[in-house]
């Protein structure tokens, strides 16, 4: 059976064929500027040259259409009809506190994704037009939605509770939920076969650290804190967010700037970060660079970034009582081998030593901690599509 993974943005589609007989990627793509002048679609089927076609296209279903077409096509195509698709997956952001799994849509599932648009304005309305238009495109399959925050829903009132009055939280469901829970899900999965240990039985740190960046702590299988929160805002320094903050800086910022509360929220997720920090880049690799060339707002903007993930880990080894292993995913956690060395060093205290040759990798699965580190360094390339297929295929085979 081959599953078609959607993951639908505001103004993008990306897209990904996995055939479930040996969870291959088939093909790979991104739909850019839907509904924008500039439409542009580049597809990458296996073992064949990337494609980049133009063509404005109105909205999800236009985009889906060409998805649809590309992956018929005589020449580029990687399959022969749109009837070999057996299922599709959906990303969606936020499940609100109806799902700590994945399930498949039906119009109560919608309800709760559209029931859901107060609190992530910026993903769940995108990502329903993506569910929309498959399945007025595909209606005869089954389509199922794979959440962020499903995983994080295993923790308990005591790490989701904010210390605000407890009606906000029944009324308008004011709490931490926690992102990035299908990669969390997937490297800490991955970390306990590397630790070879049953993963109900283990202690883990998971770091996803790419533009957008959360932590979460696992333990006995379940997530016990998270650093993302009611929204993707809170918690580690990001590419253009704050992370967390004295929420009073958002009164009175809004006083001196003159923002309201649209402009505010802006603010805050992407004019703040490394970015407003550094004045250099949202990139993590510019603001390197720009410090090694001693820039002086780099560096610190690098010092705040390490020195918030650092406070994590002791926070959360304390949560757990110990730790097994922490774990980099994602664009930086993946490829930034200084930022892993800075993160890493003078925990020794805590139990984590990294061996700096074992750390030289990029993009690849790898034990870096040295022989004697108590805490295994694992860095694990996350595979978030994989999670979405597996999950689509085990709910509708
Ligand atoms: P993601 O959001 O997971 O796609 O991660 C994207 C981010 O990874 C980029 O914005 C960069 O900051 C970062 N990144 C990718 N490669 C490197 C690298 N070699 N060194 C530092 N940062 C990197």
């Given amino acids: 059976m081959k599953v078609l993974c959607v993951n639908a943005g505001s103004s993008s589609i990306?897209?990904?064929?996995?055939?479930?007989?040996?969870?291959?990627?088939?093909?790979?793509?991104?739909?850019?500027?839907?509904?924008?002048?500039?439409?542009?679609?580049?597809?990458?089927?296996?073992?064949?040259?990337?494609?980049?076609i133009k063509k404005d296209l109105p909205d999800?279903?236009?985009?889906?259409?060409?998805?649809?077409?590309?992956?018929?096509?005589?020449?580029?195509?990687?399959?022969?009809?749109?009837?070999?698709?057996?299922?599709?997956g959906h990303r969606v952001v936020h499940g609100g506190e109806d799902f700590a799994a994945s399930v498949v849509i039906d119009d109560h599932v919608k309800k709760v994704i559209k029931d859901c648009f107060d609190i992530a304005p910026l993903h769940n309305p995108p990502n329903l037009m993506g569910i929309e238009a498959c399945q007025a495109l595909m209606p005869n399959v089954k389509h199922v939605a794979v959440f962020d925050t499903a995983f994080h829903q295993t923790m308990d009132p005591a790490n989701f509770l904010y210390a605000l009055p407890y009606e906000v939280y029944e009324k308008f469901r004011v709490r931490r939920y926690g992102f990035h829970g299908t990669s969390h899900f997937y490297v800490s999965h991955r970390a306990a076969e590397m630790l070879g240990k049953p993963y109900e039985q283990c202690k883990i740190i998971t770091l996803h650290l790419g533009n957008g960046a959360s932590m979460?702590?696992?333990k006995d299988g379940k997530v016990v804190d998270t650093t993302m929160g009611f929204t993707p805002l809170e918690g580690l320094v990001m590419g253009t967010r704050s992370g967390d903050i004295d929420p009073a800086i958002v009164f009175f910022l809004m006083e001196k700037l003159g923002l309201n509360t649209t402009e505010a929220n802006n603010y805050f997720n992407k004019k703040a970060g490394m970015l407003g920090l550094s004045g250099v880049s949202n990139d993590l690799r510019d603001i390197i660079e720009a410090a090694d060339s001693n820039n002086e707002r780099a560096k610190i903007a690098l010092e705040v970034y390490y020195n918030r993930i650092k406070g994590y880990i002791g926070n959360y080894i304390a949560k757990l009582n110990g730790c097994d292993c922490i774990v980099f995913t994602a664009g930086v956690g993946e490829n930034a081998i200084e930022t892993r060395e800075n993160i890493c060093k003078d925990l020794d205290y805590l139990g984590i030593k990294m061996d700096a040759a074992k750390n030289n990798v990029r993009g690849k699965e790898v034990d870096a901690s040295a022989d004697d580190s108590r805490v295994k360094i694992f860095i694990i390339p996350t595979n978030e599509e994989l999670v979405i297929a597996r999950d689509t295929y085990s709910l509708t085979k």
């Fill in 14 to 52: 990306k897209y990904q064929v996995v055939d479930m007989t040996d969870e291959s990627v088939l093909a790979s793509g991104l739909v850019d500027r839907v509904g924008i002048p500039g439409t542009t679609l580049e597809h990458k089927p296996a073992g064949k040259d990337k494609v980049l």
């Fill in 216 to 218: 979460a702590a696992i």
């Fill in 60 to 88: 999800h279903t236009a985009g889906i259409q060409l998805v649809l077409d590309v992956l018929i096509n005589e020449e580029y195509g990687i399959m022969k009809s749109m009837d070999e698709i057996g299922a599709v």
